[in-house]
């Protein structure tokens, strides 16, 4: 599940429709993934302690950006498209970081067909982000139909399950965050919510300027499962919780409509964060963030400050080669 958290973080960080340039960020294995419109840029901190980029352009699906456009349906659409792009991302960081470079050349050799992999790496992403929402959605119905005896009306067992759902996201967040491996990734992700945050508040992307922003930003995918577990409960509560399998059968065919209302929800407190009272709306999620995410070193925020220095020299390459394209003579 700590790679759906990952991947989803970045795909929620696009919503601010009243900027012209909206980036969104990944944490990898030893380093920073971050995307604009069209392009995706993965900056990962080698064994020699060189940094290796990974560009992944945006591929225009004409259907796919369409139904992108309608209101909670574009969220899901969004969420299986950032799993599917962000497991390449996360596939290059952990094939590349601990690889020592005069090995590069044998290593490539052994590669398999370039498209079949990426094939495959795409449709895992998209496979687990599923697994991990049906276990994280149906673990919890269990647990609560354990306390029927004792807690048998349909509210009571409806926030029953919103408990047993949060309490198992914040331990596992926790106990996954003790591992050595996952801690770092976590402070890749504070490292991409620092440069974000710089770079929103128009300061020169240094080491010293992005130290000194906030490792919490309210477009985190973290505060996007949180809304999850609230949306839940609050759509629960108008399905019956028995029989059982009725019940289990409701979880499964709600969880499109809780991620897109959730999406929405994300959406909406992120527009009011400026606006005070209104601001405290994504609080919640800035809270759990202090979980997902850990200070970084200054080695972690240069791979980041890299990584997003990146992006933005392609898209500039991008928009030149566009503005002087000959016209076409008729």
């Known amino acids: 599940m700590h790679t759906v958290l990952i991947q989803i973080n970045r795909l929620v960080k696009k919503m601010d429709n ?8 990944q944490a990898v294995i030893e380093g920073v993934m971050f995307g604009g419109k069209n392009q995706t840029v993965t900056a990962v901190r080698r064994k020699d302690s060189s940094i290796e980029y990974f560009y992944l352009p945006r591929k225009e699906r004409p259907a796919l950006q369409a139904l992108k456009k309608i209101p909670f349906l574009r969220g899901i659409i969004a969420i ?25 050349e044998k290593i490539k050799e052994e590669r398999v067909s370039k498209t079949t992999m990426v094939l495959g790496i795409a449709t895992l992403g998209v496979l687990s982000f599923i697994f991990g929402k049906f276990v994280f959605t149906l673990v919890p119905v269990f647990l609560a139909a354990l306390f029927k005896p004792i807690i048998s009306n349909d509210i009571g067992q409806v926030l029953l399950e919103g408990l047993f759902k949060l309490i198992l996201l914040l331990c596992y967040i926790y106990f996954v965050s003790l591992t050595p491996l996952i801690k770092r990734v976590f402070q890749y992700h504070g490292a991409e919510h620092k440069v974000i945050n710089a770079f929103e508040n128009n300061l020169e ?49 709600l969880i499109p409509v809780v991620l ?8 909406f407190t992120n527009k009011l964060r400026n606006i005070p009272v ?15 995410t850990k200070e970084p070193a200054d080695d972690q925020v240069e791979v980041a400050i890299a990584s997003f220095k990146e992006l933005l ?18």
């Open 278 to 292: 209104l601001r405290y709306l994504g609080y919640p999620g800035l809270w759990l963030q202090l979980l997902t």
């Open 18 to 25: 009243k900027k012209a340039n909206v980036y969104g960020g």
């Open 205 to 253: 992307l240094t080491v010293e300027n992005v130290q000194s922003q906030s490792r919490l930003h309210y477009r985190c995918g973290s505060s996007f499962i949180l809304f999850t577990v609230v949306i839940g409960v609050i759509i629960y509560l108008f399905v019956p919780t028995t029989p059982l399998w009725l019940r289990i059968v409701d979880r499964i065919a």
């Open 313 to 330: 020299q392609v898209e500039k390459k991008e928009k030149d080669i566009s503005v002087e394209a000959p016209e076409m003579s008729m």
């Open 80 to 104: 299986l498209e950032a799993s599917a792009n962000g497991s390449q991302h996360l596939n290059f960081s952990s094939e590349r970081y601990e690889v020592d470079p005069e090995d590069d």
């Open 260 to 267: 897109g209302i959730s999406f929405e929800v994300l959406q």
